[in-house]
């Protein structure tokens, strides 16, 4: 038999909750009620239709349990029911946004400013449109169906519940999703429905953007959440830092502006700051340009980035190479501010480009790299590369070889010296090493060795930064300051001229110099039929002693000289000589010739010959270019008669006072030697005639005419200016101020100085013209030198120089050609029709150097004639109209009508000239073939025009041909074709 089941006593009261989701029995205890079962108290629930209800097994638990503690009063649930769970709404949970403090307060007054929150939710639907479509049969309509988004405004309850702040890009909260609700049951077994809620959805206004369950800020402000929304109020702070550049050289601001409201950072904070990064203070901008930087920025709202809070200086660097090449340093600068920045790579290919050897290329970038790193802005004589320095040799020894004059000697030529000082008053070196200085004097002659060196040894070779080889230095040398007349040739020293040499002894080595010193000379030289004597001077030179009419007379006394000598001669002579003329035999005395008795007497018929003959001045001074030496002849002119003979014979006396006898006989005959013609006349006489124009020639009885006439020496005082009908052969030189005009050609067998040269033929010299500025050469021909020095050249034809022109006025009517390997032309002015070649052209000093060509120089000549022409024609009528006017007021009817026509015939003339001028000018412009070589270098300074266009030359050119282009109006320089291509 089982255990009795429990039962209590009372009252049982079964109560459904009103939502009918509970089922409770209620026990009120009575020992005398009715008894109450297990069994009782279900079949009491199932009254209540209840559709399950609490085990019988935990109902025998629960009448136990009242059982055993007594329970007077008791509740026991018979049944529940299934509530229903409702809707949840999207639920946010917040991060910490709290406000900084510093922005507390203006973050109050701008959400108190806002405006309400203002929500909108972009949305889609479904609309049907009517749309035309084209078909084979025309337009048709059709409905199509299309999504199409719009934005609906949610209204929401503006309420602020919470409010923070967040940058922009921050993640403020994380969504939770809507939760749906779900169906209960009730006791009886009936659904219960969940309840909706009213709006599930969480929404972001302005600022806020949904990115799957997060919220992100898409602006900087302050966030406002409200019950089921957010939004941003846009609201910055100023953000800004400051960072330095790569190179540590420049302070950067980074600098974002904020809202207008928000104060500004402090400049000395951002100073600070720099220098917090080990920026020297020095070195930023002042807190009044910081302040206008971010006041400008707030007011553009345009951010700063990288902003320079520096100074601004450009980035440079150099590679400095010692003189000597033994040490290559580099020099770095950092750019600072708004300054070019350091390019390491630009940097790199300098140090990599220099050509230095030895680089430790690891090693450089290492240490520049820490330079560039470092806070340190410059980087000043870093040693890229060091050579080794070259050793000295031994020192060179040295010997004196002119013999010094004695002590006594030497005070007397230092005394003649503080005598005479003019005489040596040319030698520039007087003032570095006057005569009193001078230890030491010695009697040199040219090319004479002075001093004898030892030859130098070199030391030990080195190495410059540029792996070349130095090569080893030579030992000290003796210091020689070389003055006039002296030259080191190798290792001696020699004179250049016949002198004195003057030598100072000094601490700092020995001073040197030759002066020019010669006494004066006298010679003396008897024809050798002692019928004349000629005088032969040489001046003094320097403080040499000089001559004078004494000692000449002397001399010529010594000789044995005492008849027919010549007055005024001597004297002459020795007026030339102080000039610094030489005299070569100048006839000084001829003796008387005898005359013959029964011989023909030649009677000459063109004149006294001028040979050696002076004209004295009325000043009593002597013309010794003048002398009218050549005895001209024209084609048919008498020259000579040969006169019958006389019987009375007459003695001569020679120079030295010997008698000539005469000869008694009848005396040689006339000797006729070229180019003349007798003609027998009716009273016995002989008339001799000139076969063509030249120079007549008597020597003794012999008679000739010569179509060329021969200079033997030099043109000079000797000879006088030179005036022939023909060609001038001169086997000399022609000296300083003479000149030599010829009909025919002149050759000069040696050089021109400062002279005049004028022939109808060519003008050829064997050597070369040293014009002096003052020599001037014109030829109808051409004209031919070795080269050409300071003079005006003047041609018809070619002009050929052999070497240089340097510093001419040359104008020639063809080509001027430089026509040796070393032909240049150097300074002066050239204007030449046919142009000019020439291996050069200038110099690299950029002498000025101007050609002209293209064009007919002669008639550009022509054109400044006749322009002074008419400008004296101008001034001339200018003169009679103011005289014309002076007629007029004195009433003067016949000036007056004088003056006109004198006027009348004036401006006729100046009419035809004017004329002349116009087809002159015309005719100049025309342009002749023409152009310029230069087969080696074009330097600048070398001014080129043509038809009045110029081009100077700026840059130096090789081989190249100028021309000028008539279409184009231009002077062009081209490329010289060669023969190779």
């Not at 079949?43 to 609490?54: C, R, V, W």
């Not at 013209?769 to 030198?785: D, E």
């Not at 015939?905 to 009419?911: A, G």
Request: glycine letters at 8%.
């Amino acid at each position: 038999m089982g255990a009795k089941e429990p039962s209590i006593r009372g009252t049982i009261t079964i109560e459904v909750a009103p939502d009918k989701m509970k089922v409770v029995a209620e026990y009120s205890g009575d020992p005398n009620g009715a008894e109450h079962t297990p069994d009782t108290i279900l079949k009491l629930a199932a009254q209540e239709n209840i559709s399950e209800s609490i085990s019988r097994r935990e109902l025998v638990d629960h009448l136990d349990r009242i059982n055993r503690k007594s329970l007077s009063k008791e509740k026991i649930t018979i049944s529940e029911g299934i509530p229903p769970q409702d809707e949840k709404p999207e639920t946010v949970t917040w991060e910490d946004i709290s406000i900084p403090p510093h922005l507390s307060e203006v973050a109050e007054s701008t959400l108190s400013e806002a405006r309400a929150a203002h929500i909108r939710v972009e949305r889609s639907r479904k609309v049907d449109k009517i749309v035309k479509k084209k078909t084979l049969l025309g337009t048709k309509q059709e409905k199509v169906t299309e999504t199409e988004k719009y934005f609906d405004r949610i209204y929401i309850d503006p309420t602020l519940i919470q409010s923070g702040f967040a940058y922009e890009g921050t993640k403020i909260g994380t969504l939770k999703p809507r939760v749906a609700g779900v169906s209960g049951v009730d006791v009886h077994g009936q659904m219960v429905p969940a309840k909706k809620a009213a709006d599930p959805e969480f929404y972001t206004g302005s600022g806020v953007n949904k990115q799957r369950d997060e919220l992100l800020t898409t602006l900087t402000g302050l966030v406002r959440i409200g019950k089921n929304w957010v939004d941003i109020v846009p609201f910055a702070p100023h953000d800004w830092e400051v960072i330095l550049s790569k190179d540590q050289a420049t302070a950067l601001l980074q600098f974002k502006p904020g809202s207008t409201q928000v104060e500004r950072p402090e400049p000395a904070a951002i100073r600070a700051k720099a220098v917090e990064l080990g920026y020297d203070e020095d070195r930023l901008l002042s807190a009044a340009e910081i302040a206008d930087m971010i006041d400008n920025a707030i007011a553009t709202m345009k951010p700063i980035e990288n902003g320079p809070l520096s100074r601004s200086s450009d980035a440079s660097f150099d590679i400095f190479v010692s003189e000597d090449k033994l040490k290559a340093v580099l020099n770095i600068t950092k750019g600072t501010g708004r300054g070019k920045p350091l390019s390491l790579k630009e940097l790199g290919a300098a140090i990599k480009d220099s050509k230095l050897k030895g680089l430790n290329l690891a090693q450089i970038k290492q240490d520049i790299m820490e330079f560039y790193e470092s806070p340190e802005t410059q980087l000043t004589g870093y040693i890229l590369a060091e050579g080794t320095a070259p050793t000295v040799g031994q020192a060179q020894e040295y010997e004196f070889e002119a013999h010094p004059v004695p002590d006594e000697k030497l005070a007397q030529l230092k005394e003649r010296a503080r005598l005479f000082p003019d005489a040596i008053s040319g030698m520039r070196s007087l003032t570095e090493l006057p005569i009193t200085a001078v230890t030491h004097m010695a009697p040199v002659i040219e090319d004479q060795r002075i001093v004898t060196i030892t030859p130098a040894e070199n030391g030990q070779p080195g190495t410059n930064v540029y792996g070349a080889t130095i090569p080893g230095l030579p030992g000290p040398a003796p210091t020689f300051r070389l003055f006039e007349n002296l030259e080191q040739k190798g290792n001696v020293i020699i004179s250049l001229t016949e002198g004195i040499l003057d030598r100072a002894d000094t601490e700092n080595g020995y001073l040197l110099r030759v002066r020019p010193h010669k006494d004066a000379a006298i010679k003396v030289t008897i024809a050798d039929d002692k019928m004349s004597a000629a005088l032969s001077l040489t001046p003094a030179v320097g403080l040499g002693k000089p001559v004078g009419e004494e000692a000449v007379m002397a001399a010529l006394k010594a000789a044995g000289v005492c008849e027919g000598i010549i007055e005024g001669r001597v004297a002459g002579a020795l007026r030339a000589l102080a000039k610094g003329e030489q005299i070569k035999e100048l006839t000084v005395a001829e003796g008387l010739p005898a005359r013959n008795g029964g011989s023909d007497r030649l009677e000459l018929l063109v004149g006294e010959t001028g040979h050696n003959r002076v004209v004295i001045g009325s000043d009593g001074a002597a013309d010794y270019k003048n002398l009218n030496r050549i005895i001209t002849v024209k084609s048919g002119q008498e020259v000579a008669k040969i006169v019958p003979a006389e019987k009375t014979p007459e003695d001569g006396r020679d120079v030295l006072g010997n008698t000539v006898t005469a000869e008694r006989g009848e005396g040689a005959p006339v000797e006729l030697v070229s180019n003349l013609t007798r003609r027998e006349e009716a009273d016995g006489k002989v008339t001799i005639l000139a076969d063509c124009a030249g120079e007549f020639v008597r020597q003794g009885n012999r008679l000739e005419v010569r179509k060329t006439h021969t200079v033997q020496g030099d043109v000079g005082v000797q000879t006088g200016n030179i005036k022939f009908a023909g060609t001038v052969q001169i086997a000399g030189s022609v000296t300083n101020g003479y000149a030599v005009m010829a009909s025919g050609a002149i050759h000069v067998s040696e050089s021109v100085d400062g002279a005049l040269l004028s022939a109808d033929d060519d003008i050829l010299i064997q050597q070369g013209v040293r014009g002096q500025g003052k020599a001037v050469l014109r030829s109808k021909k051409r004209i031919s030198a070795a080269f050409m020095e300071q003079a005006t050249i003047l041609a018809i034809g070619d002009v050929t120089v052999k070497n240089h022109c340097m510093r001419c006025d040359v104008k020639c009517n063809s080509v001027v050609q430089l026509s040796g390997e070393k032909g240049s032309v150097v300074g002066g002015t050239i204007r030449a029709r046919r142009g000019l070649l020439a291996t050069n052209i200038g110099n690299d000093r950029g002498i000025r150097t101007e050609l002209s060509f293209g064009q007919d120089y002669l008639i550009g000549d022509q054109i400044e004639k006749e322009e002074r022409e008419i400008a004296k024609l101008k001034k001339q009528t200018a003169d009679l109209d103011f005289q014309m006017r002076q007629y007029e007021h004195d009433l003067d009817n016949e000036g007056l009508l004088k003056a006109r026509r004198e006027k009348l015939r004036l401006m006729k003339i100046m009419e035809k000239r004017s004329l002349r001028l116009f087809d002159l000018r015309e005719r100049f412009e025309e342009h002749h073939e023409s152009r310029i070589e230069v087969r080696g270098t074009l330097y600048p300074g070398v001014v080129f025009e043509s038809h009045g266009r110029r081009q100077e030359i700026t840059s130096a050119h090789k081989a190249v041909r100028v021309e000028f282009q008539q279409k184009s109006g231009r002077i062009e320089i081209n490329k010289l074709q060669t023969k190779d291509g």
